[in-house]
């Protein structure tokens, strides 16, 4: 668990060695939660006195500080590389490139906007549990997508290849909380499965397999998916 802690966030936690991430991946849905958890805690505390809008801002802010934007790093350098009409290596090379080009920047602007302002139509109550289910399904995305591709490179996305026996005990541990969050949290995990499919298939076309930013970019739809499923469903 403190591995899967330590790779998914900024939170101090024990160094143990060398991390075995597919050891750890069981517990990604559970980091989820927890990041989650803090960003409906803000959520609920920032309703308190301020505008819903505001207080939603905050409520992204802080899974945001707590991953040290991890996810939305990989967005942005994901869509810079896909925006880039060239070659697959040339592609894969963009990806290292730490700055931020327009891609990047205009996939942040819609992904981070959307999530934003689709969160603020809802309540109290029902935004802390679009909060809490969308983060566990951005977690647990990344698992069948690291199953079902090749790393592309051999950076961060070869530090996880998940198997079987962990995707099963994950996905069963991400049905449990979704479901008992809200019964809505099926058609939820319907819709992140859908973006990570999605994913998948766009990173194998274009990348020839996984990479850690890949990762990143699943997790990121796969929230926002889940997120716009849940508020479709509840306004």
């Given at each position: 668990?403190?591995?899967?802690?330590?790779?998914?966030?900024?939170?101090?936690?024990p160094a143990?060695?060398?991390p075995?991430?597919?050891?750890?991946?069981?517990?990604?849905?559970?980091?989820?939660?927890?990041?989650?958890?803090?960003?409906?805690?803000?959520?609920?505390?920032?309703?308190?006195?301020?505008?819903?809008?505001?207080?939603?801002?905050?409520?992204?802010?802080?899974?945001?500080?707590?991953?040290?934007?991890?996810?939305?790093?990989?967005?942005?350098?994901?869509?810079?590389?896909?925006?880039?009409?060239?070659?697959?290596?040339?592609?894969l090379?963009?990806?290292?490139?730490?700055?931020?080009?327009?891609?990047g920047?205009?996939?942040?602007?819609?992904?981070?906007?959307?999530?934003?302002?689709?969160?603020?139509?809802l309540?109290?109550?029902?935004?802390?549990?679009?909060?809490?289910?969308?983060?566990?399904?951005?977690?647990w995305?990344?698992?069948?997508?690291?199953?079902?591709?090749?790393?592309?490179?051999?950076?961060s996305?070869?530090?996880?290849?998940?198997?079987t026996?962990?995707?099963?005990?994950?996905t069963?541990?991400?049905?449990?909380?979704?479901?008992?969050?809200?019964?809505?949290?099926?058609?939820?995990?319907?819709?992140?499965?859908?973006a990570a499919?999605?994913?998948?298939?766009?990173?194998?076309?274009?990348l020839?397999?996984?990479?850690?930013?890949?990762y990143?970019?699943?997790?990121?739809?796969?929230?926002?998916?889940?997120?716009t499923?849940?508020v479709?469903?509840?306004?």
């Amino acid at each position: 668990m403190l591995t899967a802690v330590a790779f998914l966030t900024r939170l101090p936690v024990p160094a143990r060695g060398i991390p075995n991430l597919n050891r750890a991946a069981v517990y990604f849905p559970l980091v989820g939660l927890l990041v989650g958890a803090i960003a409906a805690a803000t959520r609920a505390l920032a309703d308190q006195i301020l505008q819903p809008l505001p207080a939603t801002v905050l409520a992204v802010a802080a899974a945001v500080i707590v991953t040290g934007a991890l996810h939305e790093d990989g967005l942005a350098d994901v869509a810079d590389a896909l925006g880039a009409h060239t070659t697959r290596q040339r592609r894969l090379e963009i990806l290292k490139d730490p700055r931020v080009g327009t891609m990047g920047a205009l996939a942040l602007i819609l992904a981070v906007g959307l999530t934003t302002t689709a969160l603020a139509t809802l309540d109290t109550e029902h935004a802390a549990k679009a909060l809490l289910i969308s983060h566990v399904l951005a977690r647990w995305a990344i698992l069948p997508v690291s199953r079902a591709l090749q790393p592309a490179t051999q950076g961060s996305g070869s530090l996880l290849r998940v198997g079987t026996p962990a995707l099963i005990t994950a996905t069963v541990i991400t049905v449990a909380i979704t479901l008992a969050t809200s019964r809505d949290g099926l058609a939820a995990l319907l819709a992140a499965a859908l973006a990570a499919t999605a994913s998948a298939a766009i990173l194998q076309h274009a990348l020839g397999g996984i990479t850690g930013d890949g990762y990143g970019a699943t997790a990121k739809l796969a929230e926002l998916a889940a997120v716009t499923t849940l508020v479709a469903l509840w306004t």
